[in-house]
């Protein structure tokens, strides 16, 4: 039985403001307090993708390996995107797009890259707000989250997959090679749950089974690692 997504986190050096700063962007439900000075919402356009926000983050020196991909209804709407996160503490940056690439590129308050795409594209319509989180990943990886969530492959050509799940919303998309040098921890993490907290072993072994590495067991949760080394939480579901 596949695992649930219960919230997508991000590793911050202060979770409080960085939440902020997302649901002012985003909109969608109230900032709420976890324990461990947890923070997490669940954005207006997106119901099936929490975001959690914790903390212990060093401060950033490269590029992440995963950012979102943020869609626009019209080219005003883009703009004032831009324009909306800009006054909230966003900043330009340069990842290497050319001028003539429509799709803006801009970094938080912490320097997580994530792109305003602009109105059209195909590929995110419908998905929400937030379009994708755009990883840099092997196909292997791509196939090893299709099977860990239950969602389908909507895209798989030559080393390029994605999956999302069969209730839509966000596509998480992978590129293939070559991929990115890991010269610090990725922030961006899934936190999956089993579907009943009795089958956690069970869910455990599974993910293992197709491909994941157990990094360490804690209260309340295991960290594992996909098979391209991203690491993510087994959480048992009883917090």
């Not at 909109?27 to 919402?41: I, L, M, N, Q, S």
């Not at 983050?57 to 943020?70: V, Y």
């Not at 938080?108 to 890259?113: A, H, L, Q, R």
């Not at 990094?215 to 949760?221: D, I, K, P, Q, V």
Request: charged share 25%; glycine share 10%; aromatic share 8%.
């Amino acid at each position: 039985m596949p695992v649930r997504l219960d919230a997508l986190s991000l590793r911050t050096q202060d979770p409080a403001r960085l939440a902020r700063f997302w649901h002012d962007l985003l909109g969608g439900d109230a900032v709420r307090e976890r324990a461990e000075a947890e923070y997490e919402f669940t954005p207006a356009t997106n119901p099936g993708l929490p975001l959690r926000f914790l903390p212990g983050a060093a401060p950033k020196t490269s590029q992440n390996r995963q950012h979102f991909d943020l869609t626009s209804e019209s080219p005003a709407d883009q703009e004032a995107t831009v324009a909306r996160a800009l006054a909230l503490g966003a900043r330009h940056t340069d990842v290497g797009q050319r001028p003539e690439e429509g799709h803006r590129v801009l970094a938080d308050p912490e320097g997580n890259e994530f792109c305003v795409i602009e109105p059209g594209n195909r590929f995110l319509a419908g998905c929400g707000r937030i379009g994708a989180l755009a990883c840099d990943g092997s196909h292997a990886v791509g196939v090893f989250w299709s099977a860990a969530l239950g969602w389908p492959l909507v895209w798989d050509e030559g080393e390029e997959t994605a999956v999302q799940s069969p209730d839509g919303g966000t596509k998480f998309t992978w590129g293939g090679p070559p991929l990115m040098p890991r010269t610090e921890a990725d922030r961006f993490a899934p936190d999956l749950v089993p579907e009943a907290p009795a089958a956690y072993e069970a869910e455990a072994a599974r993910l293992t089974s197709l491909g994941a590495r157990v990094f360490t067991r804690e209260a309340g949760h295991a960290v594992l690692a996909d098979p391209d080394g991203n690491a993510f939480r087994l959480l048992t579901g009883r917090a």
